[in-house]
């Protein structure tokens, strides 16, 4: 009798420390998953900034003077 609730009781002491072991498991994984998330959104960001410096230095570049005919210059005028 005495070693069937000693059984019993470690059975469930087992149980009890397995539960807890997926607790906190699962938080670290919801944590983890939340930084992965946010270092890829901050790369996102960089990127999306990285290319609209690029964006605005190349039209920065363009002089439109020059790179827009007149009618009267039009190629198929001429």
Same mark, same amino acid.
């Given at each position: ?6 059984? /019993? ?16 498991? /699962? ?52």
């Amino acid at each position: 009798m005495v070693w069937e609730v000693r059984k /019993t009781a470690m059975t469930i002491r087992e149980g009890v420390d397995e539960m807890w072991h997926i607790v906190a498991n /699962t938080k670290l994984n919801l944590y983890c998953g939340g930084l992965q998330e946010v270092r890829e959104i901050k790369r996102l960001e960089t990127t999306l900034t990285e290319d609209e410096i690029a964006y605005c230095g190349s039209v920065g570049d363009v002089d439109l003077s020059k790179n827009i005919l007149s009618p009267s210059m039009s190629v198929l005028g001429s």
